[in-house]
Protein backbone atom coordinates (compact mmCIF):
# COMPACT_ATOMS: atom_id res chain seq x y z
CA UNK A 1 0.00 0.00 0.00
CA UNK A 2 1.27 3.21 -0.72
CA UNK A 3 1.38 5.76 2.08
CA UNK A 4 -1.05 8.51 2.66
CA UNK A 5 0.11 12.15 1.82
CA UNK A 6 -0.79 14.79 3.95
CA UNK A 7 -1.53 18.29 3.97
CA UNK A 8 -1.29 21.40 5.98
CA UNK A 9 -4.14 23.36 7.88
CA UNK A 10 -5.85 26.21 5.91
CA UNK A 11 -4.38 28.30 8.66
CA UNK A 12 -0.98 28.34 6.63
CA UNK A 13 -2.22 30.65 3.96
CA UNK A 14 -3.19 33.28 6.77
CA UNK A 15 0.55 32.70 8.47
CA UNK A 16 2.71 32.43 5.31
CA UNK A 17 0.73 35.46 4.34
CA UNK A 18 1.62 37.64 7.19
CA UNK A 19 4.96 36.27 7.62
CA UNK A 20 5.72 37.13 4.15
CA UNK A 21 4.22 40.59 4.11
CA UNK A 22 5.93 41.30 7.34
CA UNK A 23 9.32 40.43 5.69
CA UNK A 24 8.50 42.87 2.51
CA UNK A 25 7.52 45.51 4.61
CA UNK A 26 10.58 48.49 4.25
CA UNK A 27 9.81 47.70 0.37
CA UNK A 28 6.22 48.07 0.60
CA UNK A 29 6.36 51.20 2.80
CA UNK A 30 9.51 52.65 0.47
CA UNK A 31 7.02 52.01 -2.36
CA UNK A 32 3.80 53.75 -0.59
CA UNK A 33 5.89 57.08 0.62
CA UNK A 34 7.20 57.61 -2.65
CA UNK A 35 4.16 57.71 -4.54
CA UNK A 36 2.88 60.33 -2.49
CA UNK A 37 5.67 62.70 -3.12
CA UNK A 38 4.89 63.28 -6.41
CA UNK A 39 3.04 66.02 -7.27
CA UNK A 40 -0.58 66.23 -9.40
CA UNK A 41 0.48 65.95 -12.92
CA UNK A 42 -3.24 64.89 -14.43
CA UNK A 43 -2.85 61.62 -15.73
CA UNK A 44 -4.22 59.24 -13.23
CA UNK A 45 -2.20 56.25 -13.49
CA UNK A 46 1.07 58.12 -12.85
CA UNK A 47 -0.46 60.14 -9.76
CA UNK A 48 -1.42 56.26 -8.33
CA UNK A 49 1.42 54.44 -9.81
CA UNK A 50 2.86 53.62 -6.02
CA UNK A 51 -0.80 52.45 -5.15
CA UNK A 52 -1.41 50.48 -7.82
CA UNK A 53 1.99 48.81 -7.62
CA UNK A 54 1.64 48.36 -3.83
CA UNK A 55 -1.42 46.91 -4.41
CA UNK A 56 0.27 44.25 -6.74
CA UNK A 57 2.51 43.71 -4.50
CA UNK A 58 0.60 43.18 -1.49
CA UNK A 59 -1.90 40.78 -4.01
CA UNK A 60 1.00 39.10 -4.93
CA UNK A 61 2.23 38.10 -1.53
CA UNK A 62 -0.90 36.93 -0.10
CA UNK A 63 -1.68 34.73 -3.21
CA UNK A 64 1.97 33.18 -2.09
CA UNK A 65 0.33 31.77 1.19
CA UNK A 66 -2.19 30.18 -1.09
CA UNK A 67 0.15 28.90 -3.10
CA UNK A 68 2.25 27.12 -0.58
CA UNK A 69 -0.83 25.76 1.05
CA UNK A 70 -2.72 24.15 -1.66
CA UNK A 71 0.57 22.64 -3.28
CA UNK A 72 2.56 21.26 -0.08
CA UNK A 73 2.50 18.09 0.86
CA UNK A 74 4.04 15.65 3.02
CA UNK A 75 4.45 12.25 3.51
CA UNK A 76 6.55 9.04 5.06
CA UNK A 77 8.43 6.29 2.87
CA UNK A 78 10.81 4.01 2.98
CA UNK A 79 12.50 5.84 6.37
CA UNK A 80 12.32 9.07 5.12
CA UNK A 81 9.97 12.51 5.46
CA UNK A 82 9.27 13.57 1.92
CA UNK A 83 7.78 16.91 1.21
CA UNK A 84 6.87 18.30 -1.93
CA UNK A 85 5.95 22.03 -2.56
CA UNK A 86 6.05 24.27 -5.22
CA UNK A 87 3.84 25.55 -8.26
CA UNK A 88 5.72 26.47 -11.27
CA UNK A 89 8.86 24.53 -10.06
CA UNK A 90 8.12 21.82 -8.49
CA UNK A 91 10.68 20.68 -4.86
CA UNK A 92 10.64 17.71 -3.03
CA UNK A 93 12.78 17.39 -0.18
CA UNK A 94 13.74 13.85 1.48
CA UNK A 95 14.65 13.14 5.36
CA UNK A 96 15.99 10.21 6.51
CA UNK A 97 14.47 9.48 9.61
CA UNK A 98 18.10 8.77 11.24
CA UNK A 99 19.30 11.97 10.00
CA UNK A 100 16.75 13.82 11.93
CA UNK A 101 17.83 14.78 15.22
CA UNK A 102 14.90 16.92 16.90
CA UNK A 103 11.27 18.43 16.47
CA UNK A 104 10.89 21.64 18.12
CA UNK A 105 6.88 23.20 18.40
CA UNK A 106 5.89 26.79 17.90
CA UNK A 107 1.71 27.97 18.77
CA UNK A 108 1.37 31.10 17.54
CA UNK A 109 -1.51 33.23 18.12
CA UNK A 110 -3.73 31.84 14.96
CA UNK A 111 -2.36 28.18 15.86
CA UNK A 112 -4.19 27.87 19.72
CA UNK A 113 -7.45 28.70 18.52
CA UNK A 114 -8.08 25.38 16.07
CA UNK A 115 -5.32 23.39 18.08
CA UNK A 116 -2.73 23.52 15.66
CA UNK A 117 1.28 23.49 15.89
CA UNK A 118 4.46 24.73 13.63
CA UNK A 119 7.15 21.67 13.22
CA UNK A 120 9.93 22.04 12.62
CA UNK A 121 12.52 19.69 11.09
CA UNK A 122 15.94 19.81 12.43
CA UNK A 123 19.27 17.70 11.66
CA UNK A 124 23.16 17.82 11.46
CA UNK A 125 22.60 20.00 8.37
CA UNK A 126 20.55 22.95 9.58
CA UNK A 127 22.30 26.35 10.07
CA UNK A 128 21.94 30.33 10.31
CA UNK A 129 19.35 29.39 12.71
CA UNK A 130 17.37 27.77 9.85
CA UNK A 131 15.39 24.19 10.04
CA UNK A 132 15.67 21.80 7.33
CA UNK A 133 12.03 21.78 7.11
CA UNK A 134 9.27 23.52 8.27
CA UNK A 135 5.22 22.32 8.85
CA UNK A 136 3.43 25.81 9.33
CA UNK A 137 0.00 24.37 10.46
CA UNK A 138 -0.60 20.87 11.60
CA UNK A 139 -2.87 19.34 14.02
CA UNK A 140 -0.87 18.26 17.29
CA UNK A 141 -2.46 14.71 16.08
CA UNK A 142 -0.59 14.96 12.93
CA UNK A 143 2.57 16.11 15.28
CA UNK A 144 2.57 13.22 17.46
CA UNK A 145 2.08 11.29 14.11
CA UNK A 146 5.36 12.59 13.00
CA UNK A 147 6.86 12.34 15.90
CA UNK A 148 6.22 8.65 16.62
CA UNK A 149 6.96 7.67 13.06
CA UNK A 150 10.69 9.36 13.19
CA UNK A 151 11.14 7.28 16.66
CA UNK A 152 10.14 4.08 15.07
CA UNK A 153 12.62 4.83 11.80
CA UNK A 154 15.49 5.27 14.00
CA UNK A 155 14.52 2.48 15.81
CA UNK A 156 14.28 0.88 12.19
CA UNK A 157 11.35 -0.89 13.42
CA UNK A 158 9.00 -1.88 10.68
CA UNK A 159 5.78 -0.90 11.84
CA UNK A 160 2.74 -1.59 9.98
CA UNK A 161 -0.24 1.51 10.39
CA UNK A 162 -2.11 -0.91 12.82
CA UNK A 163 0.45 -1.28 15.09
CA UNK A 164 1.52 2.35 14.50
CA UNK A 165 -1.76 3.30 16.35
CA UNK A 166 -1.41 1.10 19.18
CA UNK A 167 2.03 2.97 19.93
CA UNK A 168 0.02 5.86 19.50
CA UNK A 169 -2.32 5.53 22.76
CA UNK A 170 -0.19 6.88 25.10
CA UNK A 171 1.57 9.78 23.52
CA UNK A 172 1.57 13.12 25.23
CA UNK A 173 0.48 15.99 23.26
CA UNK A 174 1.69 19.37 22.60
CA UNK A 175 0.05 20.79 25.76
CA UNK A 176 1.23 17.81 28.02
CA UNK A 177 4.61 17.34 27.69
CA UNK A 178 6.36 13.80 28.37
CA UNK A 179 9.36 13.89 30.72
CA UNK A 180 9.89 14.87 34.47
CA UNK A 181 9.87 18.58 34.98
CA UNK A 182 13.29 19.77 36.62
CA UNK A 183 12.04 23.66 35.95
CA UNK A 184 10.12 26.25 35.70
CA UNK A 185 10.10 29.99 36.02
CA UNK A 186 7.95 31.37 39.14
CA UNK A 187 6.40 34.92 38.77
CA UNK A 188 8.89 36.73 40.96
CA UNK A 189 11.70 35.42 39.10
CA UNK A 190 9.85 35.75 35.35
CA UNK A 191 9.34 39.41 36.72
CA UNK A 192 13.01 39.95 37.84
CA UNK A 193 14.24 38.06 34.09
CA UNK A 194 12.24 41.08 32.31
CA UNK A 195 13.41 44.05 34.13
CA UNK A 196 17.61 42.93 34.26
CA UNK A 197 17.50 41.67 30.68
CA UNK A 198 19.53 43.32 27.52
CA UNK A 199 16.40 43.95 25.31
CA UNK A 200 16.53 47.60 25.39
CA UNK A 201 19.45 47.07 22.93
CA UNK A 202 17.33 44.96 20.25
CA UNK A 203 14.29 48.72 20.70
CA UNK A 204 17.50 51.18 19.76
CA UNK A 205 18.59 48.82 17.51
CA UNK A 206 15.43 48.40 15.24
CA UNK A 207 14.93 52.22 15.75
CA UNK A 208 18.22 52.97 14.26
CA UNK A 209 17.67 50.54 11.24
CA UNK A 210 14.07 52.41 10.55
CA UNK A 211 15.87 55.46 10.35
CA UNK A 212 18.37 54.89 8.54
CA UNK A 213 15.75 52.70 5.78
CA UNK A 214 13.50 56.27 5.78
CA UNK A 215 15.38 59.44 7.58
CA UNK A 216 14.99 61.10 4.28
CA UNK A 217 11.15 60.83 4.39
CA UNK A 218 10.46 62.03 8.01
CA UNK A 219 10.89 65.76 8.26
CA UNK A 220 13.97 66.36 10.20
CA UNK A 221 14.84 69.91 9.66
CA UNK A 222 11.18 70.48 11.31
CA UNK A 223 12.28 68.28 14.16
CA UNK A 224 15.62 69.66 14.15
CA UNK A 225 14.30 73.30 14.31
CA UNK A 226 11.99 72.15 17.49
CA UNK A 227 14.70 70.88 19.34
CA UNK A 228 16.68 73.95 18.95
CA UNK A 229 13.84 76.00 20.52
CA UNK A 230 13.60 73.51 23.39
CA UNK A 231 17.58 73.89 24.45
CA UNK A 232 16.51 77.75 24.66
CA UNK A 233 14.32 76.44 27.91
CA UNK A 234 17.72 74.85 29.09
CA UNK A 235 19.42 71.71 29.26
CA UNK A 236 16.96 69.96 31.84
CA UNK A 237 14.07 70.04 29.70
CA UNK A 238 16.38 67.79 27.35
CA UNK A 239 17.53 65.49 30.18
CA UNK A 240 13.38 65.11 31.20
CA UNK A 241 12.69 63.83 27.67
CA UNK A 242 15.69 61.40 26.88
CA UNK A 243 15.02 60.01 29.75
CA UNK A 244 11.53 59.80 28.94
CA UNK A 245 12.43 57.88 26.14
CA UNK A 246 14.57 55.50 27.78
CA UNK A 247 12.12 54.81 30.61
CA UNK A 248 9.72 54.00 27.61
CA UNK A 249 12.47 51.90 25.41
CA UNK A 250 13.24 49.73 28.89
CA UNK A 251 9.10 49.14 29.31
CA UNK A 252 9.43 47.78 26.02
CA UNK A 253 12.47 45.41 26.21
CA UNK A 254 10.38 44.39 29.24
CA UNK A 255 7.25 43.77 27.72
CA UNK A 256 9.34 41.75 25.14
CA UNK A 257 11.34 39.55 27.63
CA UNK A 258 8.02 39.17 29.74
CA UNK A 259 6.31 37.28 26.36
CA UNK A 260 8.81 35.84 25.55
CA UNK A 261 9.68 33.56 28.67
CA UNK A 262 6.38 33.31 30.39
CA UNK A 263 5.15 30.09 31.15
CA UNK A 264 8.96 28.69 30.96
CA UNK A 265 9.61 25.28 31.54
CA UNK A 266 11.95 22.31 31.57
CA UNK A 267 11.55 18.65 31.36
CA UNK A 268 13.33 15.84 30.36
CA UNK A 269 13.11 12.39 29.24
CA UNK A 270 15.36 9.37 28.76
CA UNK A 271 17.51 10.88 25.81
CA UNK A 272 15.90 14.52 25.37
CA UNK A 273 15.38 18.18 26.88
CA UNK A 274 12.01 19.70 26.06
CA UNK A 275 12.21 23.44 26.61
CA UNK A 276 8.61 25.15 26.35
CA UNK A 277 8.19 28.82 26.88
CA UNK A 278 5.85 31.98 25.87
CA UNK A 279 2.72 33.84 25.75
CA UNK A 280 1.43 35.16 22.87
CA UNK A 281 3.50 32.85 20.99
CA UNK A 282 3.97 29.51 22.73
CA UNK A 283 7.16 27.39 21.35
CA UNK A 284 8.61 24.07 22.28
CA UNK A 285 12.22 23.12 22.01
CA UNK A 286 13.83 19.86 21.57
CA UNK A 287 17.14 19.37 22.58
CA UNK A 288 19.17 15.77 22.56
CA UNK A 289 20.70 14.55 25.11
CA UNK A 290 23.34 13.19 23.01
CA UNK A 291 23.98 17.02 20.91
CA UNK A 292 24.47 18.57 24.44
CA UNK A 293 28.17 19.70 24.03
CA UNK A 294 29.00 22.56 27.37
CA UNK A 295 26.85 23.91 30.21
CA UNK A 296 27.84 27.19 31.16
CA UNK A 297 26.55 29.17 34.21
CA UNK A 298 26.91 33.01 33.39
CA UNK A 299 26.60 35.54 35.89
CA UNK A 300 26.23 39.19 34.63
CA UNK A 301 27.38 41.65 37.24
CA UNK A 302 23.77 42.90 38.53
CA UNK A 303 22.23 39.71 38.95
CA UNK A 304 25.40 38.49 40.75
CA UNK A 305 24.52 40.74 43.77
CA UNK A 306 21.21 39.00 44.05
CA UNK A 307 22.64 35.70 43.57
CA UNK A 308 21.19 35.21 40.05
CA UNK A 309 22.34 33.75 37.04
CA UNK A 310 21.22 31.94 33.77
CA UNK A 311 22.22 28.09 32.73
CA UNK A 312 23.11 28.36 28.84
CA UNK A 313 24.05 24.86 26.82
CA UNK A 314 26.20 24.43 23.61
CA UNK A 315 24.27 22.37 21.59
CA UNK A 316 25.56 20.42 17.93
CA UNK A 317 23.12 21.00 15.02
CA UNK A 318 20.89 23.27 16.62
CA UNK A 319 18.68 25.54 14.21
CA UNK A 320 15.45 26.51 15.99
CA UNK A 321 16.79 28.89 18.65
CA UNK A 322 20.42 28.35 18.07
CA UNK A 323 23.32 26.50 19.07
CA UNK A 324 23.88 28.37 22.11
CA UNK A 325 20.55 27.46 24.42
CA UNK A 326 19.13 29.05 27.42
CA UNK A 327 18.33 26.14 29.53
CA UNK A 328 17.69 27.95 32.61
CA UNK A 329 17.28 32.12 31.89
CA UNK A 330 17.31 32.96 35.22
CA UNK A 331 17.95 30.88 38.69
CA UNK A 332 19.77 31.50 41.50
CA UNK A 333 22.75 30.07 42.52
CA UNK A 334 22.13 27.75 45.45
CA UNK A 335 19.27 26.07 43.76
CA UNK A 336 21.39 25.71 40.51
CA UNK A 337 22.29 22.23 41.45
CA UNK A 338 19.70 19.79 41.96
CA UNK A 339 17.72 20.78 38.56
CA UNK A 340 21.02 20.50 36.44
CA UNK A 341 21.98 16.96 38.31
CA UNK A 342 18.24 15.79 37.31
CA UNK A 343 19.47 16.49 33.87
CA UNK A 344 23.51 15.77 33.86
CA UNK A 345 23.93 12.97 37.11
CA UNK A 346 27.25 12.87 35.62
CA UNK A 347 28.28 16.67 35.94
CA UNK A 348 30.93 17.54 38.88
CA UNK A 349 29.47 20.62 39.57
CA UNK A 350 31.77 22.04 42.15
CA UNK A 351 33.42 25.26 42.03
CA UNK A 352 36.64 25.59 40.66
CA UNK A 353 39.44 26.04 42.98
CA UNK A 354 43.19 26.26 40.94
CA UNK A 355 44.08 29.83 40.42
CA UNK A 356 46.13 31.85 38.13
CA UNK A 357 49.54 32.83 39.32
CA UNK A 358 50.35 36.06 40.43
CA UNK A 359 52.49 36.43 37.58
CA UNK A 360 50.10 36.62 35.13
CA UNK A 361 47.91 39.32 36.53
CA UNK A 362 49.42 42.12 34.52
CA UNK A 363 48.55 40.26 31.49
CA UNK A 364 44.92 41.14 32.04
CA UNK A 365 45.34 44.32 31.51
CA UNK A 366 48.55 44.93 29.99
CA UNK A 367 47.32 44.96 26.30
CA UNK A 368 44.14 47.15 27.53
CA UNK A 369 46.34 49.91 28.92
CA UNK A 370 48.32 49.91 25.45
CA UNK A 371 45.65 50.69 23.45
CA UNK A 372 44.03 53.32 25.92
CA UNK A 373 47.37 55.27 25.76
CA UNK A 374 46.64 57.00 22.12
CA UNK A 375 42.56 57.28 23.00
CA UNK A 376 43.46 59.22 26.32
CA UNK A 377 46.17 61.51 24.71
CA UNK A 378 43.76 62.34 21.63
CA UNK A 379 41.00 63.23 23.79
CA UNK A 380 43.17 65.35 26.13
CA UNK A 381 44.58 67.33 23.18
CA UNK A 382 41.15 67.97 21.09
CA UNK A 383 38.78 68.58 24.06
CA UNK A 384 41.00 69.99 26.56
CA UNK A 385 40.32 70.53 29.45
CA UNK A 386 37.02 67.84 29.43
CA UNK A 387 38.89 65.23 27.71
CA UNK A 388 41.32 64.73 31.05
CA UNK A 389 38.45 62.91 31.72
CA UNK A 390 39.35 60.35 29.46
CA UNK A 391 42.07 59.84 32.05
CA UNK A 392 39.58 57.56 34.07
CA UNK A 393 39.41 54.82 31.93
CA UNK A 394 42.98 53.93 32.25
CA UNK A 395 42.22 52.95 36.41
CA UNK A 396 38.89 51.62 35.32
CA UNK A 397 40.82 49.18 32.39
CA UNK A 398 42.90 47.96 35.35
CA UNK A 399 40.63 47.34 38.13
CA UNK A 400 39.07 44.98 35.21
CA UNK A 401 42.12 43.57 34.50
CA UNK A 402 42.92 42.82 38.22
CA UNK A 403 39.15 41.39 38.37
CA UNK A 404 39.33 39.03 35.58
CA UNK A 405 42.72 37.61 36.96
CA UNK A 406 40.92 37.02 40.41
CA UNK A 407 38.15 35.32 38.88
CA UNK A 408 39.96 33.09 36.78
CA UNK A 409 39.91 29.21 38.12
CA UNK A 410 40.02 25.86 36.50
CA UNK A 411 39.45 21.88 38.18
CA UNK A 412 40.16 18.90 36.55
CA UNK A 413 38.22 15.75 37.67
CA UNK A 414 38.45 13.07 36.23
CA UNK A 415 37.38 13.17 33.13
CA UNK A 416 35.84 16.70 33.08
CA UNK A 417 37.50 20.12 32.97
CA UNK A 418 35.75 23.13 34.68
CA UNK A 419 36.77 26.79 33.55
CA UNK A 420 35.95 30.30 35.34
CA UNK A 421 36.80 32.94 33.75
CA UNK A 422 35.42 36.72 33.42
CA UNK A 423 34.83 39.55 30.16
CA UNK A 424 32.36 41.59 32.27
CA UNK A 425 30.24 38.72 33.14
CA UNK A 426 31.38 35.36 35.11
CA UNK A 427 31.26 32.46 33.21
CA UNK A 428 31.45 28.39 34.42
CA UNK A 429 32.03 26.01 31.71
CA UNK A 430 31.47 22.63 32.54
CA UNK A 431 32.84 20.09 29.45
CA UNK A 432 33.61 16.62 29.56
CA UNK A 433 36.73 15.54 27.47
CA UNK A 434 34.70 13.25 24.99
CA UNK A 435 32.82 16.54 24.16
CA UNK A 436 36.22 18.83 23.33
CA UNK A 437 37.13 18.58 19.79
CA UNK A 438 40.78 20.17 20.05
CA UNK A 439 43.07 21.67 22.99
CA UNK A 440 45.69 24.08 22.01
CA UNK A 441 48.35 25.88 23.84
CA UNK A 442 49.12 29.47 23.12
CA UNK A 443 52.23 31.22 24.42
CA UNK A 444 53.83 34.40 23.49
CA UNK A 445 57.47 35.82 24.27
CA UNK A 446 56.91 37.97 26.84
CA UNK A 447 54.21 34.54 28.56
CA UNK A 448 56.98 32.66 28.10
CA UNK A 449 59.38 34.63 30.35
CA UNK A 450 57.01 34.98 33.09
CA UNK A 451 56.37 31.15 32.54
CA UNK A 452 52.16 31.51 31.77
CA UNK A 453 50.14 30.39 28.63
CA UNK A 454 46.70 30.65 27.38
CA UNK A 455 44.82 27.09 27.04
CA UNK A 456 41.79 26.84 24.32
CA UNK A 457 39.36 24.09 24.17
CA UNK A 458 36.99 24.01 21.34
CA UNK A 459 33.82 22.55 21.41
CA UNK A 460 31.10 22.44 18.53
CA UNK A 461 28.13 24.54 18.88
CA UNK A 462 26.18 24.25 15.89
CA UNK A 463 27.78 24.53 12.58
CA UNK A 464 30.36 26.75 14.55
CA UNK A 465 32.89 26.07 17.49
CA UNK A 466 33.18 27.69 20.99
CA UNK A 467 36.13 27.97 22.44
CA UNK A 468 36.59 27.99 26.26
CA UNK A 469 39.64 29.96 27.10
CA UNK A 470 41.85 30.05 30.07
CA UNK A 471 44.13 32.77 30.00
CA UNK A 472 47.82 33.30 31.25
CA UNK A 473 47.78 30.08 33.40
CA UNK A 474 50.72 28.21 34.71
CA UNK A 475 52.65 26.82 31.70
CA UNK A 476 53.29 23.38 33.48
CA UNK A 477 49.23 23.22 34.18
CA UNK A 478 48.58 24.30 30.97
CA UNK A 479 50.59 21.41 29.84
CA UNK A 480 49.65 19.13 32.22
CA UNK A 481 45.52 20.08 30.96
CA UNK A 482 46.95 19.57 27.26
CA UNK A 483 48.80 16.09 28.61
CA UNK A 484 44.69 15.22 29.99
CA UNK A 485 43.16 15.65 27.14
CA UNK A 486 45.18 13.25 24.52
CA UNK A 487 42.66 9.73 24.13
CA UNK A 488 45.21 7.60 24.99
CA UNK A 489 45.38 8.95 28.51
CA UNK A 490 41.63 8.22 29.01
CA UNK A 491 41.59 4.80 27.55
CA UNK A 492 44.36 4.03 29.78
CA UNK A 493 41.84 5.45 32.82
CA UNK A 494 39.61 3.27 31.90
CA UNK A 495 41.52 0.25 31.78
CA UNK A 496 42.97 1.15 34.98
CA UNK A 497 39.16 1.40 36.38
CA UNK A 498 38.64 -1.86 34.96
CA UNK A 499 41.03 -3.64 36.59
CA UNK A 500 40.57 -1.60 40.19
CA UNK A 501 36.73 -3.09 39.55
CA UNK A 502 38.51 -6.90 39.34
CA UNK A 503 40.60 -6.91 42.12
CA UNK A 504 37.53 -5.91 44.25
CA UNK A 505 35.52 -8.24 43.02
Do not use: C
Not at 15 to 39: C, D, M, Y
Not at 150 to 168: C, D, P, W, Y
Not at 228 to 238: E, N, P, R, S
Request: charged residues 25%.
Amino acid sequence: MSEPRYKLHWVTVLVESLKTLKEAILPLVVVFISGSRNNDTGNWFFDNWSLIVGTVLVAYLLMSGFIKWRRFTYWFEEGELRIESGLFVRKKRYIPFERIQSLNYTEGIFHRPFGLVNVQVETAASSGGQAEAELTAVTREDADLIKKRIAAGKKRMAETEEALEVSMEGAGSIEGTNGKRVFSLNPKELILLATTSGGIGVIFSGVAIFLSQFGEFLPLDKVSSELAGLIKFGVFIIVILVLIGLFVAWLLSVAMTFFSYYGFTVHVSEDELMITRGLLEKKRTTIPLSRIQSVSFVENPLRQVFGYGRVLVHSAGAAGDGSKIQLFPLVKKKELYEPLQAIFPDLDLREPVEKIPKRGRKFYYRIDFIWMIPLVTLAGWFFYPYGLLSLLIVPFGIGLGMWQHRSAAYRVSGSQVTIRSRGISLETSYTMRKRIQSVHLRQTIFQHRKRVATIHLNVKSGMGVHNVRLRHMDVEEAEAMLDWYEPSRESEMNENKILLEGERS
